[in-house]
């Protein structure tokens, strides 16, 4: 099992910068990659970007290119996500995500953390 504590979120205005964090406890051993997804009010839950825990190769949703940085640290297992030039439609709560293997689908889930972003 691996656990995920996600953090970092709070309200900003437009334009603002924010950085999440997530923390992955237990087997980590075992993850192939990390993402970062979002839910806002009414929508469905939504990939924002992924990075591979080995050779740390970055994919990202194209509403979030050159706004949004993922990376981590393996040595202390923490994943983050910087976003920039925040807008908007960028308000959601933010959920960390893991997976075990390239193709299947993602095993572990944090308990997901509210960004707000206003006007």
């Known amino acids: 099992q691996v656990q995920l504590v996600d953090s970092g979120g709070g309200l900003v205005q437009a334009g603002d910068s924010l950085r999440l964090s997530c923390a992955a406890s237990?087997?980590?051993?075992?993850?192939?990659?990390m993402g970062w997804f979002r839910q806002a009010p009414g929508k469905e839950r939504e990939f924002v970007a992924a990075?591979?825990?080995?050779?740390?190769?970055?994919y990202y949703a194209d509403s979030v290119k050159g706004r949004f940085t993922i990376s981590r640290d393996n040595a202390k297992n923490m994943v983050y996500l910087q976003m920039n030039s925040l807008k908007p439609e960028d308000t959601a709560v933010y959920y960390c995500?893991?997976?075990?293997?390239?193709?299947?689908?993602?095993?572990?889930w944090g308990q997901g953390t509210q960004v707000t972003v206003s006007s």
């Open positions: 995500a893991a997976k075990r293997g390239s193709t299947t689908g993602y095993d572990y």
């Open positions: 237990g087997r980590t051993f075992s993850i192939h990659t």
């Open positions: 990075i591979r825990w080995s050779g740390g190769s970055t």
